[in-house]
């Protein structure tokens, strides 16, 4: 496996289930991304874990709880969601060095999550 | 805060037309700039970037320059091909306090290119 990688690539799943989204990154990047992109809407920024500890959550509802055990995993696990949830969820990687300038994120293919 | 603001879509060409997307941005500090493509059915991948001020990203034929004095960053392709049609996003990246960057994204750009 090369680059970042989703698991699953769809989900349905009801109001009620529970269901975790998982992400691989196989790049040796040390920051971790988990960004939410629905229709018609600018893409949304949830997590941001650098060195596998959280340093930003945008004000994420707490049915959305991520998980980061260690700088190449990353989940984001799911319970009581609602229909407005219904979107696909992005996962990112990159290699932050402090005082050396931004670098850009590499991208995992996307979880499509419908809930009914 | 930190924004970046594109031009909306969908910008509909023929082939071999002549590419523009605009963007421009604000951001408090100095940011690195990028532009990603988003494909249907795939995850965003970057297109090119630029770290100061006239670095001019470019790949696949497509272009950007870091204006500082404009605060732009718009992407250029001299002839567009079908397989170009995509989303664009224009992004920035600023440090933070602490040394973690924070991206901020455009709302992105349709492109449709007709034979």
């Known amino acids: 496996e090369t680059g970042v990688t989703q698991t699953p690539r769809h989900l349905v799943m009801g109001m009620t289930n529970k269901k975790s989204l998982k992400c691989e990154q196989h790049l040796g990047h040390n920051a971790m991304y988990w960004y939410k992109q629905s229709a018609k809407k600018p893409l949304e920024l949830m997590f941001v874990y650098s060195l596998e500890e959280r340093v930003e959550n945008n004000s994420v509802p707490s049915r959305f709880s991520p998980e980061c055990p260690n700088s190449s995993h990353l989940f984001l696990h799911l319970h009581t969601l609602q229909p407005e949830d219904s979107a696909l969820y992005l996962c990112a990687s990159s290699q932050d060095l402090l005082g050396q300038g931004a670098f850009e994120q590499y991208f995992g293919p996307g979880t499509r999550l419908t809930v009914t | 805060g930190d924004s970046v603001t594109q031009m909306e879509g969908p910008v509909t060409l023929s082939e071999e037309a002549f590419l523009t997307i605009n963007c421009t941005y604000t951001a408090t500090g100095y940011p690195s700039l990028f532009w990603y493509v988003q494909y249907p059915g795939e995850g965003l991948q970057l297109l090119l970037k630029?770290?100061?001020?006239?670095d001019k990203g470019s790949n696949k034929g497509f272009e950007a320059t870091y204006r500082k004095e404009t605060t732009s960053f718009h992407l250029e392709k001299g002839s567009v091909q079908v397989s170009d049609s995509a989303v664009y996003f224009c992004a920035l990246s600023v440090t933070q306090s602490g040394g973690s960057y924070i991206p901020t994204f455009g709302r992105g750009t349709s492109l449709i290119v007709h034979p």
């Open positions: 630029a770290t100061k001020a006239d």
